[in-house]
């Protein structure tokens, strides 16, 4: 099977700490990603080491197939690796449509209507980008990193701050646009259940290091798991 992206031993220190160690992950197109854990596991860190927004300690990045360990964030969203962002990034007085179009532009993007029918935003379009609520406002977000046809996409926490039902319908989207654009996506949330309902693979991060990976079915039943973090629910 082909992988859009792969990463062999992540390791990120900030000074005596070490965040992230000797993570592997590999994600083929099409291929929806979580990534779990409880608070300070090092799921930012992770996702900050594969966007290039830190360097790594140590460890090597691939974005199908190519060495890309050492590329800027700026060359990396050139060339098929978006992220979105836990604060909404760019929202000023621009309307939806505006700004949209402006990223569809810039990034030779062929589907716009596609992707804004496939994140609901079609009511919004001649909204002011900084008017509109929240919810609406992440799912601008996903949808500006979605253009382009980027090959690679990473979410940390897109249903922060959203109500159940939104959280819901945000992992509903993600999902779908994940296998209709062919995207590996990797997707950090907190929301463990929703992670569990639409992922197809799970990584489970701890103290900085890969507690359990494998399908919802391997992952949940995964003995150290249930004990270091499902707990009583699993
Ligand atoms: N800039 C930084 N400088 C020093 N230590 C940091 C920095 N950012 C994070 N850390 C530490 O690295 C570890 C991992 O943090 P990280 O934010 O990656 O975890 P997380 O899994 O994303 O947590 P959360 O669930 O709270 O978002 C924690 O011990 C944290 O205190
Ligand atoms: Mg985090």
């Known amino acids: 099977m082909s992988t859009a992206l792969q990463a062999t031993g992540v390791t990120l220190r900030y000074g005596a700490v070490t965040a992230v160690s000797d993570v592997d992950i590999s994600v083929a197109p099409g291929i929806l990603h979580g990534v779990i854990g409880p608070n300070g596991a090092g799921k930012s860190s992770f996702m900050d080491a594969l966007s290039g927004r830190r360097k790594l300690s140590a460890g090597t ?109 945000m992992f509903d989207h993600i999902r779908a646009l994940c296998t209709d654009r062919d995207v590996a996506v990797v997707l950090v949330e907190h929301d463990v259940e929703g992670v569990f309902r639409v992922c197809d693979e799970i990584t489970v991060l701890n103290l900085g290091a890969v507690l359990a990976s494998g399908t919802p079915a391997e992952v949940r039943a995964h003995p150290d798991v249930i004990e270091a973090y499902l707990g009583s629910e699993a």
């Open 61 to 169: 990045v691939k974005l199908g197939g190519q060495d890309i360990t050492r590329r800027s964030v700026t060359w990396r969203r050139r060339n098929g690796m978006a992220r979105s962002f836990q604060k909404t990034s760019v929202f000023g007085a621009m309307t939806v449509r505006t700004q949209l179009d402006m990223v569809a532009r810039k990034t030779g993007e062929d589907d716009l209507d596609g992707i804004v029918d496939a994140l609901s935003l079609r009511p919004y379009l001649d909204e002011v980008c900084s008017s509109i609520a929240y919810g609406h406002q992440r799912r601008v977000d996903i949808a500006m990193a979605l253009l382009g046809r980027p090959t690679v996409v990473l979410l940390d926490e897109p249903g922060a701050g959203l109500s159940v039902e939104e959280s819901a319908q």
